[in-house]
């Protein structure tokens, strides 16, 4: 470019030379004429005709010098995108007109498309596997419970927006009762008990049995806490949420036998055919409320027991049809692990 301009130059120098020489020519000529007007109008016309000469020459290289910059930028553009096009672009997409620079438009459609393909991936991976239990997903991996709770990992944001929506039912926060004073408190003393997530390229993701937050709600009830103080769910309570046999499973799990406290109200309840804690607590208000009265001892649900509280105890204790002393010695006969 830099040379075409230098001869453009070059040439306008020698016709402007030209120009001057025949303009002092024909002054000259004019002086030793004797005065004919037909040559000054000839050297008048061949002055304007190298003046056409000279704007067209220059019109030709300014247009070139254009064009010449138009496509340096472009190859410049061209260069500069090669590495964005390496990164951006699947194997799938087609690129039938690279004429066309990248956009922003176009970078922000390929990451659209990278982000849906991710979220399939997990969804897929770990939609059908995972429970939610209070803030908290949990799969199971390598054969124990893994657990995701920071919401800077992308897995969560998807997999916590999926369960809510398309699967209620693994939200097992839902269906049972937790104190969850007793959870927070429990899983603040033991933050790296339970293992996170696999990284997904290393997802390892077995048969979920939905145990994990019920785990998690059992181990903060048996937890020995710094400072005591009531709760609103007791341990009977999440016990009947969950159901007798899911219980046993779960202490033998976590390798603890049942209280006998809690044995007792569970195979009392059984018997009696209560089906809700409402009922067992009703119950428990006047069951085994002892009074003596002129006649004998009775109690506040049974009635009439017995003339001595010796008796009354044996015959009440026959009408609920299970004991403490039955508690301790079923719950002796259980191995308590798997």
């Not at 239990?133 to 944001?157: A, M, N, P, T, V």
Request: net charge negative; hydrophobic share 35%; glycine share 6%.
């Amino acid at each position: 470019m830099k040379i075409k301009l230098l001869l453009t130059a070059c040439i306008f120098h020698s016709l402007c030379c030209k120009v001057f020489a025949q303009a002092y020519y024909m002054h000259e000529a004019a002086e030793d004429s004797d005065g004919n007007p037909i040559d000054g109008i000839i050297g008048l016309l061949l002055l304007i005709g190298l003046g056409v000469l000279i704007d067209k020459l220059w019109g030709k290289s300014k247009k070139e010098n254009c064009d010449n910059e138009h496509y340096d930028d472009y190859d410049q553009t061209n260069v500069d995108n090669d590495d964005v096009f390496d990164q951006c672009f699947d194997e799938d997409v087609k690129i039938n007109n690279f004429n066309i620079p990248l956009n922003s438009s176009v970078i922000s459609s390929v990451k659209k498309k990278e982000n849906n393909s991710f979220e399939e991936k997990v969804i897929g991976l770990y939609g059908n596997q995972t429970e939610r239990f209070g803030g908290l997903l949990i799969i199971k991996e390598d054969g124990e419970y893994h657990y995701l709770s920071e919401h800077s990992d992308e897995r969560y944001k998807i997999l916590d927006g999926y369960l809510l929506e398309h699967k209620p039912h693994n939200c097992t926060d839902t269906t049972i009762k937790v104190d969850w004073d007793l959870i927070r408190l429990y899983k603040m003393l033991h933050k790296n008990e339970f293992p996170p997530f696999n990284p997904i390229e290393n997802a390892n993701i077995e048969a979920n049995d939905f145990l994990g937050g019920k785990l998690f709600a059992l181990k903060s009830f048996y937890e020995k806490a710094p400072c005591y103080c009531s709760h609103p769910v007791s341990k009977l309570e999440f016990f009947l949420s969950i159901g007798f046999d899911e219980t046993i499973l779960l202490h033998k799990i976590i390798k603890h036998p049942m209280d006998a406290k809690e044995w007792f109200d569970l195979k009392v309840m059984q018997l009696k055919g209560f089906k809700t804690f409402e009922e067992y607590k009703e119950y428990r208000k006047t069951a085994g409320q002892f009074h003596e009265e002129d006649d004998g001892w009775y109690d506040g649900f049974y009635g009439y027991l017995a003339p001595t509280y010796g008796k009354a105890s044996n015959v009440y204790q026959e009408k609920e049809g299970y004991t403490y002393m039955n508690a301790y010695e079923d719950i002796n006969k259980i191995k308590w692990e798997l």
